[in-house]
């Protein structure tokens, strides 16, 4: 495993359409976050699990952004009804956390899925 | 709230040149990090450094060092004899370290021409 995974890296679709990406996060790391990144900005922060519980969603994450991370590995992302406003670079992100929580491996980011909505 | 400040948006130097990038971080947590990330073209963020609030060490790291001092809320990050392969959007984040869920700054473009 060499690092956290992205599919797809490029996406173009239509307004209106639902788009679904994934992530796999290197496999020992029991937490993975969710970020959006727009042109000439920092990421945001949008969402994380700690295996597959979802702990946190950012008010940015509004009701047509769904994530899963079903058995604690890999997650998805999915945006329905797109709107232009949605594109965006989606940078997803593992670390390990160990037991008690205090200690927290730093984030190793994947590439990201750069989203364009026309 | 928290804020990061990268008020640099892109900087160019010759290669060899020393270069420094800051960062302003503004919260009310008393005890906090702070990260650097290297994103080149490619993309992905690469982790650089992470700094607790109350280790005020400055930190060397090959051609790499960080300045540290809370009571300017400044994290600035030094490249000595700077190389093309430093080019790159070097993004500041802090944030809370129980979980990396970080508050980005804007980032600095660093273009190092030959």
């Known amino acids: 495993d060499t690092g956290v995974s992205q599919d797809p890296r490029h996406k173009i679709t239509k307004r209106g359409q639902n788009v679904t990406f994934r992530c796999d996060p290197i496999s020992e790391h029991n937490r993975l976050y969710w970020y959006r990144q727009t042109l000439g900005q920092g990421p945001e922060f949008l969402t994380y699990f700690q295996n597959e519980a979802q702990l946190e969603k950012s008010r940015l994450l509004s009701d047509r952004f769904s994530a899963e991370r079903p058995k604690g590995s890999f997650s998805t992302l999915e945006i329905q009804r797109t709107e232009q406003g949605d594109s965006a670079m989606y940078l997803c992100?593992?670390?390990?956390?160990?037991?008690?929580?205090?200690?927290?491996?730093?984030?190793?980011f994947g590439q990201g899925t750069r989203l364009t909505v026309v | 709230a928290q804020k990061v400040t990268q008020a640099q948006t892109e900087i160019s130097v010759v290669e060899k040149e020393d270069v420094t990038l800051d960062c302003v971080y503004e919260?009310?947590?008393?005890?906090?990090?702070l990260f650097w990330y290297k994103q080149p073209p490619s993309g992905e963020l690469v982790f650089l450094i992470r700094r607790p609030s109350f280790d005020e060490q400055n930190e060397i790291s090959g051609r790499y060092s960080w300045n540290f001092q809370k009571s300017t809320s400044s994290f600035n990050f030094t490249i000595t004899a700077s190389q093309v392969v430093d080019s790159a959007v070097y993004f500041c984040?802090?944030?809370?370290?129980?979980?990396?869920?970080?508050?980005f700054g804007s980032g600095t473009k660093l273009n190092v021409k030959p």
């Open positions: 984040a802090g944030g809370i370290d129980n979980f990396n869920k970080f508050y």
């Open positions: 992100a593992s670390s390990l956390a160990y037991q008690l929580g205090v200690l927290n491996t730093e984030a190793f």
């Open positions: 919260t009310r947590d008393t005890t906090y990090y």
